[in-house]
């Protein structure tokens, strides 16, 4: 299996700043993702991110919002900027290993 | 309409009681079909994949039927750790990746 950590696990952040999580992986992986759970509901999913190009973003998520990085094979890190309330959710980093999808335990972001 | 729909849930059944779980999904090009179990406060971990033929894992069977595009869970003999969201999934190939879609999950709570 992967092993997947997430930098904070959780914060309360003040409407308009912007928070950086981070994902490491005890694996090299192709393919990291990232998703979003707002409270009640089922994973959307954010973008895709490859080591080495630009992320691709799924309907509705954009890069100016949701800026990614992936400077290696283990590591990537999603920010959410100009935060709003609507923004509180759980992010969730996930990798696909061995043809099994791994999640990390999440960032429980609350933005006031 | 969502593309993967499953039962609202949420079910409360007693130790012991047999459960289904029902899923049905839209994109008749998905490939592989999984049950992802969340506990509160959790990251989703993989239960069991879903195959054509039908799968058993201990007391957990799962069936696939693509004509219908309709997918189950059946939990026997439950157990109260069994309370959990169970969150049906289904992924095709996106270029060189696997989309995954998730279902918003069925509340599932086994009273003693």
């Known amino acids: 299996s992967a092993v997947i950590s997430q930098k904070p696990s959780r914060d309360i952040c003040q409407r308009g700043t912007s928070l950086t999580i981070q994902c490491q992986v005890d694996s090299q992986v192709t393919m990291m993702f990232w998703y979003r759970q707002q409270p009640g509901q089922s994973l959307t999913l954010i973008a895709t991110a490859n080591q080495g190009s630009e992320a691709t973003y799924e309907s509705g998520f954009v890069i100016d919002k949701f800026p990614i990085s992936r400077p290696n094979l283990t590591f990537s890190t999603l920010t959410v900027s100009n935060m709003s309330p609507e923004d509180s959710s759980i992010y969730l980093c996930?990798?696909?290993?061995?043809?099994?999808?791994?999640f990390g335990p999440g960032t429980r972001l609350t933005v006031l | 309409r969502k593309e993967v729909e499953q039962d609202p849930g949420p079910f409360n059944v007693p130790e012991g009681a047999t459960v289904a779980f029902n899923c049905t999904y839209s994109?008749?090009?998905?490939?592989?079909f999984f049950w992802y179990r969340q506990d509160c406060r959790k990251e989703p971990k993989l239960l069991m994949s879903?195959?054509?033929s039908g799968n058993e894992d201990g007391r957990f069977t799962a069936q696939l039927n693509r004509a219908s595009q309709y997918i189950s869970l059946l939990i026997r003999d439950s157990k109260l750790s069994d309370s959990a969201t169970y969150l049906c999934?289904?992924?095709?190939?996106?270029?060189?990746?696997?989309?995954?879609?998730f279902g918003s999950g069925t509340q599932l709570t086994v009273l003693p």
């Open positions: 994109n008749s090009a998905s490939q592989s």
């Open positions: 996930s990798v696909d290993h061995r043809t099994q999808q791994f």
């Open positions: 879903v195959y054509s």
């Open positions: 999934v289904v992924s095709w190939a996106s270029g060189s990746a696997r989309q995954l879609t």
